[in-house]
């Protein structure tokens, strides 16, 4: 079964802070990986997308990594702010025929203390 | 240019009864997937339409069942609606099966 777990499921920091959140994943024939921030009972919006031939992405405070072949992926968030805390998900496509799903972890959840 | 819409945002059915929920993709996409998040979990997928068709469904019984409409949207129907049910179902949509999803607000189903 093709699992994604997310360490730890909570965190708490204080404000400019640089945090790391951390994804690993059961299986490496993986298609992309995605990053996406929740906030309470709203949808998800998309921060990063990793392509499986890729090591690493950056979009401004943020940067994620990939190593396919340890099954990990971090995202990297700088100088953290109070407006950054949210639930934090990694999100898994694998490859192959015939899969299309993403496959979630449960999550961290993110509080920035001012 | 309009991102992924999701009807109604909050929903109250009782056990038993039926629910439909629509999801509008983004414009240019013509792939939609439909998830559920219980609460504290990560979404897990239900099901995902391409071209009308079902193309692959997740681990839900069959009381779990879906609609693409030629111009892409689509709806989530579920029948004999359990407490269990209760959950943010949320539809993302995107070009074939290119890179990336774009999710929607979701839909707030509770079930009493």
């Known amino acids: 079964k093709q699992e994604v777990t997310q360490i730890p499921a909570a965190l708490s920091v204080p404000e400019g802070e640089n945090l790391v959140l951390n994804c690993s994943f059961t299986?490496?024939?993986?298609?992309?990986l995605q990053w996406f921030r929740q906030d309470p009972g709203k949808g998800l919006t998309s921060l990063l997308l990793i392509q499986s031939s890729q090591r690493e992405q950056t979009s401004g405070r943020l940067n994620a990594s990939l190593d396919k072949s340890s099954g990990r992926s971090t995202l990297y968030i700088a100088a953290s702010q109070p407006g950054d805390s949210a639930t934090y998900l990694c999100a898994v496509k694998y490859s192959g025929a015939g899969s299309y799903q993403l496959t979630f972890g449960k999550g961290t959840k993110l509080s920035v203390i001012p | 240019d309009a991102g992924v819409t999701q009807s109604p945002t909050h929903l109250i059915k009782t056990r038993g009864q039926q629910v439909t929920l629509r999801c509008s993709p983004k414009s240019g996409h013509d792939t939609v997937s439909w998830y559920q998040q219980a609460l504290g979990q990560g979404p897990q997928f239900i099901f995902q339409y391409y071209e009308e068709e079902e193309r692959q469904r997740g681990n839900f019984p069959d009381r779990f069942s879906g609609h693409q409409f030629p111009n892409y949207s689509s709806e989530l129907n579920v029948n004999a609606l359990l407490l269990g049910d209760s959950a943010l179902y949320l539809c993302?949509?995107?070009?074939?099966?290119?890179?990336?999803?774009?999710f929607g607000p979701g839909t707030r189903l509770t079930v009493t």
């Open positions: 993302a949509s995107s070009f074939k099966n290119s890179y990336e999803q774009y």
């Open positions: 299986d490496s024939a993986i298609y992309n």
